[in-house]
């Protein structure tokens, strides 16, 4: 599986990339204003930063099929590792078949529900972004569409996308996600954190600490 970053923070990114746990950035436009830039700007730095390799989606503001399509051309032209963001709306979908026949990668998102994402595979997008926390939030078992959009594409070759599990909030929706065969984890800093963690790791890493220097002070090093 691999780990995107859902940020447009450029000290997350830079630690992430740090540790190695980095393959790809997604941005919304509520990430970009909580960092008070413009999308262009941000994007620009975020793709330079992460490198030619690592996509990062940037995210339409239209809703219109023109509009939307023009956006889409121009996100694309901000660099080569740049991937549109298009939300799943009736304009979207229309304007997904039209800027993917163009060659530009697609996130869908705003997807809620397997049928949906059903349909912005047919229009060929790339990625699939279930918002799997939100439905949580709302009383859905958001996993439940992560696992029908997994099914749905192991069934059928002609529809060649990759799943973004997004709006991940815990570690029980990466450890799902992994076992339905989700692509993708695009998650906040916080819950990346979060994955390293375990209270016997840290109790065994001091044990094995401690029984190695009470040795030593015994040997009088
Ligand atoms: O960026 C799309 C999605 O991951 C947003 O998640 O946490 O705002 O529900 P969240």
Not at 16 to 31: E, F, H, I, S, Y
Not at 60 to 85: F, G, M, P, S, T
Not at 164 to 185: D, M
Not at 187 to 207: E, N, S, V, Y
Request: proline share 4%.
């Amino acid at each position: 599986m691999k780990f995107f970053l859902d940020t447009a923070n450029i000290d997350e990114i830079g630690q992430a990339l740090d540790w190695g746990l980095c393959d790809g950035v997604t941005t919304n436009p509520t990430l970009v204003a909580r960092e008070g830039r413009e999308m262009e700007e941000a994007a620009k730095e975020i793709c330079e930063l992460v490198g030619p390799d690592r996509p990062v989606s940037a995210e339409v503001l239209a809703v219109e099929y023109d509009a939307i399509v023009k956006e889409a051309q121009e996100r694309a032209a901000w660099a080569e590792n740049i991937v549109v963001k298009i939300p799943l709306i009736p304009e979207g979908v229309k304007a997904m078949k039209t800027v993917s026949e163009m060659g530009i990668p697609i996130n869908a998102t705003l997807i809620f529900a397997s049928t949906q994402a059903l349909l912005a595979a047919k229009a060929g997008a790339t990625y699939l972004s279930p918002f799997v926390g939100r439905q949580d939030d709302a009383g859905f078992d958001g996993m439940a569409s992560v696992e029908q959009i997994a099914q749905f594409l192991r069934m059928y070759d002609d529809l060649d996308c990759e799943i973004i599990l997004a709006s991940a909030r815990t570690v029980e929706h990466v450890i799902r996600g992994t076992q339905c065969g989700a692509h993708i984890c695009t998650m906040p800093f916080d819950l990346l954190q979060k994955l390293f963690k375990h209270p016997m790791t840290d109790i065994g890493l001091d044990k094995f600490l401690a029984d190695y220097r009470a040795m030593q002070e015994e040997l009088g090093k």
